[in-house]
């Protein structure tokens, strides 16, 4: 029996289909704000729930599809399954992806804007200026994530201080350096309203709107 040929169409076909196994995955704005809280640590399906606002039925459904295309995998630890970027490849294509939208979809910025114009004027800090502070040691560095992400992957030299416990860090911090302070990146809202925060309690205080992997991938091409 001779082994099937494909034609020139058949193998551009087949290979689009396979492309496009992706890109389904990610037609959903609940898949990818998965996605995005994946890349800062395994999570179970009931972490998931709660720091997304869904069911964890509806949570479940979308880790499923996830699965199918093969971008995120799974461990049993007891009674629970831990979800988990399939690998490092996956948090490349999300932050290109995020890239792209900036770029190209002008209403990210006005939300980005219409979000900040109730608040004070927060300065942000670039990564090239945070790695000058931290070399003088001329700033403090928070991590406003949760202790399980901080421990998981964080900038050497941050201090855990999640922002739910924000205030009882007021008085123990120190107002003879400027704060830093970060989350999950772009996409998270927490270290502007932390930032106004501390500006209005007598700090000098930035908001880093990148991330952990943002930081890592900088120190990798400039330092």
């Known amino acids: 029996m001779e082994d099937s040929v494909l034609t020139v169409t058949e193998y551009k076909d087949q290979l689009y289909k396979q492309l496009s196994r992706i890109g389904k995955s990610l037609s959903s704005d609940k898949r990818l704000e998965l996605l995005n809280l994946l890349t800062h640590g395994p999570k179970t399906v009931e972490k998931l729930a709660e720091l997304t606002g869904m069911t964890v039925a509806n949570v479940s459904r979308h880790l499923q599809v996830l699965h199918d295309s093969k971008l995120v995998k799974f461990s049993k630890k007891g009674t629970y399954a831990y979800y988990s970027l ?4 996956v948090a490349d294509f999300l932050s290109a992806l995020w ?7 002008s209403d990210i910025n006005q939300i980005k804007k219409d979000f900040k114009g109730n608040m004070n004027e927060t300065h942000t800090i670039t990564l090239d200026e945070l790695y000058e502070k931290l070399d003088r040691d001329t700033i ?11 421990n998981f992957r964080h900038i050497k030299g941050a201090i855990s201080v999640p922002m739910d416990q924000l205030d009882i860090h007021l008085q123990k911090l120190p107002k003879d350096k400027e704060i830093a302070v970060y989350c999950r990146g772009k996409f998270c809202a927490v270290s502007t309203i932390a930032a106004n925060k501390l500006n ?6 930035y908001s880093m709107e990148d991330s952990v ?10 330092h």
Request: proline share 0%; charged share 35%.
């Open 86 to 89: 399939v690998d490092e490849s």
């Open 99 to 105: 890239k792209l939208s900036e770029n190209h979809l």
């Open 200 to 205: 209005e309690n007598g700090f000098t205080a």
């Open 140 to 150: 403090t560095l928070l991590d406003l994530r949760s202790e399980d992400e901080f």
């Open 213 to 222: 992997y943002e930081w890592e991938k900088y120190l990798q091409v400039s």
